[in-house]
């Protein structure tokens, strides 16, 4: 059959268009979707989610599952680093999708839509992929940027969402990786950066059907297309990564959700969610808050804030590294060890996994639950206090927890109760 090798007249008639700038843009989507992946795999694990009542409920979470593993609690600084790069280049990476769509629209056009059964397959893996990269960068930005939007949880979306992309967009370099070599070999790069608009001439039309019939004159070279994909990415590096790499950067990150200057002093740092907002009323968290504290073993007691305090007191140096990537530098947390109140309930010796609920009765986010790795870490606290201060009631007065490495949601504020060794998570919740 004869495959047209030009595009019909029509629109789409840019004579920067065609199989060698395709590529480029490919090629760098190349390098970065398989770290976005794998950096989200690694979060989705971050997020406890065989125990966890906040997130997936698929029962052994199927096949895609099967790589699961007990996220650890060192280095402490890990899921700031992951999930930093996760978001960071997610949104880095926008301008380039964009410019890759652009680049093969023409082609999501072409008549007939289906000329083989080969052909229908070629575009089912389209759809799925195009489909799924739009799913995948629209469902993660939403959730940096204006919270849980979403019908039903974000993290099975996100999570079974990538499984998609990531499946078309092997099968899409499987079928086009000889095209793209043969592309990428057409142009010598550094020619073509040299290569002002007075020179620029289309692509020779071979097969690809990406190089217009009727191309119009050149208003932009390619140096200089590639030129405002790199700067438009490079601005949203610079708008964005401050809220995750902290120092004189967070001054420019601009698109930060929690603020650049989140207020001085002890508890001058993001606060995801405010007191108010979580429905968390003062005399909930006033003289007549008590946390209890209930084991395996069937022992429980009843602690006041005083009573907390009499408790040995430790300090640990930790992050809070939310899964939307901002994070905060180390703040110095002060209170009790998990593992100390453990013990008090007859969980001495190898203390299990705890189940935490806060004083939240209602919204997102009220209860967690922590494996035993994270329990029995020394640097796991019910913090009363942080850089030296009680806590303010934003950041979790008069008790929360902090556990090192853990994704942000974990280090549940305003905490209640602690059940160790609980196994009903999912009925508790
Ligand atoms: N009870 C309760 N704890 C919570 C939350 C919440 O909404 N309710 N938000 C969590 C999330 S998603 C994050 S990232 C951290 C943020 O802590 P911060 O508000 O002190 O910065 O708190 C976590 N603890
Ligand atoms: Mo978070």
Redesign the pocket.
């Known amino acids: 059959m004869k495959v047209p090798s030009r595009l019909p007249a029509g629109p789409w008639r840019s004579p920067l268009r065609g199989p060698w700038l395709t590529s480029v843009f490919g090629l760098v989507l190349l390098l970065g979707i398989p770290l976005l992946f794998v950096t989200g795999l690694l979060s989705y694990a971050a997020y406890n989610p065989g125990l966890s009542p906040l997130n997936d409920k698929t029962p052994g979470k199927g096949l895609l599952g099967l790589y699961l593993f007990s996220w650890p609690t060192h280095p402490y600084w890990l899921y700031r680093l992951t999930q930093g790069i996760h978001v960071t280049l997610g949104v880095v990476l926008v301008p380039v999708l964009l410019a890759k769509l652009w680049s093969v629209v023409p082609k999501l056009f072409t008549l007939p839509p289906v000329r083989s059964p080969g052909h229908a397959l070629d575009r089912l893996s389209l759809l799925l992929l195009v489909g799924g990269g739009i799913f995948e960068f629209v469902t993660g930005l939403l959730n940096v940027q204006l919270d849980y939007v979403f019908p039903g949880s974000f993290y099975p979306l996100h999570f079974y969402g990538a499984w998609v992309f990531v499946g078309a967009v092997l099968a899409h370099v499987a079928l086009r990786m000889p095209q793209v070599v043969r592309a990428l070999r057409s142009r010598d790069f550094r020619a073509e950066l040299r290569t002002p608009t007075s020179r620029t001439k289309p692509e020779p039309a071979a097969e690809s059907g990406l190089v217009s019939t009727h191309p119009a004159e050149p208003t932009m070279s390619r140096r200089g297309a590639l030129g405002m994909v790199g700067l438009g990415s490079f601005v949203l590096f610079l708008v964005t990564a401050g809220q995750s790499i902290g120092g004189p950067l967070r001054a420019t990150a601009l698109l930060a959700p929690h603020g650049r200057q989140p207020g001085d002093g002890p508890n001058g740092?993001?606060?995801?969610?405010p007191a108010a907002t979580?429905h968390v009323r003062p005399q909930d968290i006033g003289e007549n808050w008590r946390l209890t504290v209930r084991g395996a073993t069937g022992q429980s007691v009843t602690l006041t804030l005083d009573q907390l305090r009499r408790l040995p007191q430790h300090g640990s140096a930790l992050p809070?590294a939310?899964?939307e990537g901002w994070s905060?530098e180390n703040q110095h947390w002060q209170g009790v060890r998990l593992r100390d109140l453990a013990a008090l309930v007859g969980h001495a010796i190898d203390p299990p996994g705890v189940f935490v609920e806060?004083v939240?009765l209602a919204?997102?986010?009220?209860a967690v639950a922590l494996r035993a790795n994270q329990v029995r870490d020394g640097r796991s606290l019910l913090a009363l206090r942080v850089n030296g201060a009680e806590l303010s009631p934003?950041?979790?007065r008069p008790a929360?927890i902090v556990v090192p490495d853990a994704p942000?949601?974990m280090?549940?504020?305003?905490v209640r109760q602690l059940t160790f060794g609980a196994t009903d998570f999912e009925e508790r919740a």
């Open positions: 740092f993001p606060v995801n969610k979580a809070i939310c899964v905060t806060s939240q919204g997102s986010f009220r934003d950041h979790g929360r942000g949601v280090n549940t504020k305003w």
